[in-house]
């Protein structure tokens, strides 16, 4: 598997997509709390149960849905078209948050990041079962994973330095929405590699 241009493509895209991912995400509570100011979505009456429908738990509870949502969709139509239009929405989701200010459109931006996000967790997986078997899977995505644990260096550091440059939350998001935008254009490279004879000496 380490061998094939594929497989290095699915560990770049999975970089490029979780890092833009954690960016932002090491950036959601703070940016989120200076739009907000003293505003809450939580009634009184909630208590501590009010931090479920604040921007982080409300990301969180959509992240877990991503994973099954973005599943069902690549089933549909397949990984590397799922991945470029879960990319593609992620990075349009990122560039919009420049916009946000009310309440509503807190809400709704802490949905569709957490349920983008959620979907490398069902695609990459997916992708690499797909296209070198299981008879290996789990050092086979073991390699892929590797990504993400670069990604997860990568993304709070690049975030934490554009804010400290800038003083401002925004850059780290307009970034991380290029980021989507690159991760996009290598699925399709992905979705190229994939239709060519793939070896399944590990099936």
């Known amino acids: 598997m380490l061998n094939t241009p594929l497989a290095c493509m699915l560990w770049l895209t999975f970089i490029l997509g979780a890092t833009s991912g954690l960016m932002a995400i090491g950036q959601w509570k703070p940016m989120m709390a200076s739009l907000l100011g003293s505003k809450s979505f939580a009634p009184e009456w909630m208590g501590g149960f009010g931090r479920f429908v604040e921007p982080v738990g409300i990301l969180a509870i959509f992240n877990a849905i991503g994973r099954v949502f973005w599943g069902k969709i690549s089933d549909l139509i397949d990984r590397p078209r ?5 990319f593609l929405a992620q990075g349009m989701a990122f560039m919009l948050l420049i916009s946000v200010q009310s309440t509503l459109a807190v809400f709704l931006a802490s949905a569709w990041v957490g349920l983008n996000f959620g979907g490398n967790f069902a ?6 079962a797909d296209y070198f078997g299981t008879r290996n899977f789990g050092v086979n995505y073991g ?3 590797t990504a993400y644990g670069v990604a997860g260096i990568l ?3 690049v975030g934490g330095v554009l804010f400290d ?6 850059m780290a998001f307009v970034f991380a929405g290029i980021l989507c935008f690159v991760a996009a254009a290598s699925s399709i490279v992905v979705w190229g590699l994939a239709r060519r004879p793939i070896p399944v000496a590990n099936r």
């Open 82 to 86: 799922a991945m470029m239009i879960m």
């Open 123 to 128: 695609l990459f997986p997916s992708a690499t």
């Open 143 to 145: 390699w892929i994973f």
């Open 155 to 157: 993304g709070p550091i």
């Open 165 to 170: 440059v800038t003083e401002q939350y925004v």
